[in-house]
């Protein structure tokens, strides 16, 4: 089975105002599926329903064929956002505080992923000490790609990315999407995204519409 699947999803946050009207599709095991369509399409309301905040009205939504618990979905779906909160303290503090557990080789692992060797002992904020004290702050594409590397520390089958480069410059954009890119290889990804250099790296590119999927091009059978 695909790790995702929706099939023919409804959803409305007002009775009588749709705003999904029919959704299906599949997101193939390590797959890397961009989402686009204008503001307001329901792009978020889709991620939002596969992270089962909310329920379809309507149809269902599978993962690796069938329908998991909530803590299934918050264990094995991981989410960054178009901003990411960060703590104080280090790079490195940034992630062992999400996943205590996690070995020196797999935080090495993933620092390597996404392209944050170098900085694991930045200070992310950079409030607490006079800049250049701990080598500097972090850049906004260096914490959206810390946002991938503290998701990553989970071991999500599927990752769910919401706008995560519409708050960066061109270069950091592209720095992003080579991460995307070595990480498409170990789980799946589902990129809501509207800039060209993180859609185009995509394998399908899904458009919505006002609730609908408006062109079925290289939608994955
Ligand atoms: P997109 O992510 O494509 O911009 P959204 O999924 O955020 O679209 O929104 C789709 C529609 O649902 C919009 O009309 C939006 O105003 C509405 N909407 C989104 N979230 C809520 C909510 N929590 N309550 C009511 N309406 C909402
Ligand atoms: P980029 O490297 O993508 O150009 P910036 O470093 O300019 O991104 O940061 C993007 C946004 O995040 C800006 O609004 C900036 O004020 C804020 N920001 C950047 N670094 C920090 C930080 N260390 N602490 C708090 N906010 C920051």
Redesign the pocket.
């Known amino acids: 089975a695909p790790v995702l699947e929706l099939r023919d999803v409804w959803f409305s946050y007002h009775p009588d105002r749709p705003v999904l009207r029919g959704v299906s599709f599949t997101v193939p095991r390590r797959g890397h599926v961009a989402l686009v369509g204008p503001s307001g399409a329901g792009k978020s309301t889709i991620l939002a329903l596969i992270e089962r905040f909310y329920e379809p009205d309507r149809g269902t939504i599978l993962f690796n064929g069938y329908q998991p618990s909530i803590a299934e979905c918050r264990q094995r779906i991981g989410l960054v956002e178009q901003?990411t909160p960060?703590l104080h303290g280090t790079l490195r503090d940034n992630l062992t505080y999400a996943a205590p557990d996690a070995t020196d080789e797999q935080i090495r692992d993933v620092l390597e992923k996404t392209n944050l060797t170098e900085f694991v002992s930045r200070?992310?904020?950079?409030?607490e000490t006079p800049a250049g004290e701990h080598g500097g702050?972090?850049?906004?594409?260096?914490?959206q790609r810390l946002a991938i590397a503290r998701a990553l520390l989970a071991r999500p089958e599927l990752l769910l990315l919401d706008e995560p480069t519409s708050?960066?410059?061109a270069a950091?954009e592209a720095a992003f999407a080579q991460t995307l890119d070595q990480v498409a290889g170990e789980c799946a990804l589902l990129v809501i995204a509207h800039r060209p250099a993180t859609v185009r790296r995509a394998q399908t590119v899904i458009a919505l519409e006002q609730g609908r999927i408006s062109t079925d091009a290289g939608l994955v059978p």
């Open positions: 901003t960060i200070l992310p904020a950079g409030l702050m972090l850049s906004g594409g260096q914490r708050q960066l410059d950091n």
